[in-house]
């Protein structure tokens, strides 16, 4: 936009009449246009320099190839990446650096679980007891659980019948008439246990029973035994799963017998670490699923929808796969992380495909890729800073989550740019390409 600027000048004029020379002086003002150009006009000139030159190389067929092979590339590293993504859950995730809590669980890890790692079975239907043979199949489930890897056998179970049964004998030896019904029935007798759980080097025992007392008759309503294991390899979480799946294995053969149930400490970890790699695909797809229904709604064209999804899937493996190479753990934090950032990876991609789907079909593949990136492009750098800058200032936190999510996010942003900006423009200029073989009015440039 030229700019007027104003200038005085102090002219003299000689006037001469005759032998009378007059010198008059005289402040005359002019104005002149200097071409200066403001500094919007510079910007708009320079960015429209800039994506001229972008859509000459998104149109060029090289680059187009170079293109779709790093992002063939960049697949194939994230698919590698996602298999063998570690999936791993702890407590002490939960907790800031600087807790004691993860020094107590640092602790646990490297000085109990190895050499003592417990698990509790209840037993809801002990049912009649006296009854030997039901009884030798309790002792039997014993027995088999004392044997599994790592057991530490008799030592390290607690099992209430086994110092019940010494205390009945002797009993029995003490009585004048030798031995009771019960006895002979190869059971235990449990209207002794009141008497029992009184002497003072069996009054532990009463935490672990429980029992009413019906018209002087004792009924055993439950009570639970405690197994233990030890090795080193069970300071890792896989170990420990294979230990509580052992665990379940066995109990689930007398279950329905007894009414059997077994629990760990670390039992929920376990559980969703386990369930953690079908949830994790599960909500990914479901997600997905539903983003393509809605890019259908709106922009309802098979192609474009197909393009549009195939980038947020992309997107999403993509920061599992950077994640997983970064030493990054699969966890219901990750996971969540994950859910989230795809409904930010679907904004970038589904706001070009939706520009470009909505630009005039008549116009060449440049037209409509200028269009489409003018509208666009800036404004999608913006959010993808922005969103960037707000979510590192998590970062100033010693929170696993905070920092998990931010990691997240920033993969999800970077990753966004590439494929809306770089990646979706080549390859609608490839389909418009392809199209332009089979299609003698469909060309690069317009008409």
């Known amino acids: 936009v030229p700019r007027h600027l104003e200038t005085r000048h102090l002219v003299t004029i000689h006037l001469q009449t005759g032998h009378i020379e007059i010198a008059l002086t005289v402040e005359v003002k002019?104005?002149?246009?200097?071409?200066?150009?403001?500094?919007?006009?510079?910007?708009?000139?320079?960015?429209?320099?800039?994506?001229?030159t972008y859509i000459s190389m998104l149109t060029n067929a090289f680059f187009q190839f170079l293109i779709v092979a790093t992002w063939c590339i960049f697949l194939a590293i994230s698919i590698y990446g996602i298999t063998i993504m570690n999936i791993n859950l702890s407590p002490r995730k939960l907790f800031m650096e600087d807790s004691s809590l993860r020094e107590m669980d640092d602790l646990r890890v490297q000085y109990v679980i190895p050499h003592f790692y417990l698990a509790n079975v209840f037993v809801q239907k002990p049912g009649d007891l006296g009854n030997g043979e039901r009884l030798g199949r309790l002792n039997q489930f014993v027995h088999e659980m004392e044997n599994l890897n790592g057991s530490w056998g008799t030592l390290g179970t607690n099992y209430f019948i086994r110092d019940f049964s010494d205390f009945q004998k002797a009993m029995v030896e003490e009585e004048e008439e030798g031995t009771n019904q019960t006895g002979e029935r190869g059971g235990v007798d449990v209207n002794n246990l009141p008497m029992f759980l009184e002497w003072p080097e069996y009054l532990f025992w009463k935490g672990f029973v429980q029992f009413h007392n019906q018209s002087s008759k004792i009924t055993l309503d439950r009570f639970f035994i405690t197994f233990a294991i030890h090795g080193t390899n069970l300071q890792s979480w896989p170990a420990r799963g294979d230990a509580l799946r052992e665990w379940r294995k066995v109990v689930d053969k007398y279950r329905d017998e007894f009414g059997l149930s077994v629990y760990s400490d670390d039992g929920i970890y376990v559980d969703l670490i386990e369930n953690m790699p079908t949830d994790a695909w599960q909500s990914a797809v479901a997600t997905l699923a539903c983003m393509a229904f809605i890019c259908f709604v709106f922009m309802y064209d098979v192609p474009t929808v197909i393009v549009a999804t195939a980038?947020?899937?992309?997107?999403?493996?993509?920061?599992?796969?950077?994640?997983?190479?970064?030493?990054?753990?699969?966890?219901?934090?990750?996971?969540?992380?994950?859910?989230?950032?795809?409904?930010?990876?679907?904004?970038?991609?589904?706001?070009?495909?939706?520009?470009?789907?909505?630009?005039?079909?008549?116009?060449?593949?440049?037209?409509?890729?200028?269009?489409?990136?003018?509208?666009?492009?800036?404004?999608?750098?913006?959010?993808?800073?922005?969103?960037?800058?707000?979510?590192?200032?998590?970062?100033?936190?010693?929170?696993?989550?905070?920092?998990?999510f931010v990691k997240t996010m920033i993969c999800c942003m970077v990753l966004c740019v590439f494929h809306a900006l770089i990646l979706l423009p080549a390859l609608f200029a490839i389909f418009h390409r392809i199209r332009s073989l089979f299609s003698p009015t469909s060309s690069i440039h317009p008409k």
């Open 311 to 404: 980038i947020i899937a992309s997107i999403m493996a993509g920061i599992l796969g950077i994640l997983s190479l970064t030493g990054t753990d699969l966890d219901p934090i990750v996971m969540s992380a994950l859910i989230i950032s795809i409904g930010f990876s679907v904004d970038v991609p589904a706001h070009i495909s939706y520009h470009y789907h909505t630009s005039s079909t008549e116009n060449g593949i440049r037209d409509r890729l200028r269009q489409t990136l003018s509208s666009v492009g800036f404004p999608a750098l913006q959010a993808s800073l922005s969103t960037s800058l707000c979510v590192l200032s998590l970062k100033f936190t010693t929170v696993y989550m905070a920092n998990a």
């Open 30 to 52: 002019s104005e002149k246009t200097a071409s200066v150009e403001s500094f919007d006009v510079a910007v708009k000139r320079n960015v429209s320099n800039f994506l001229e």
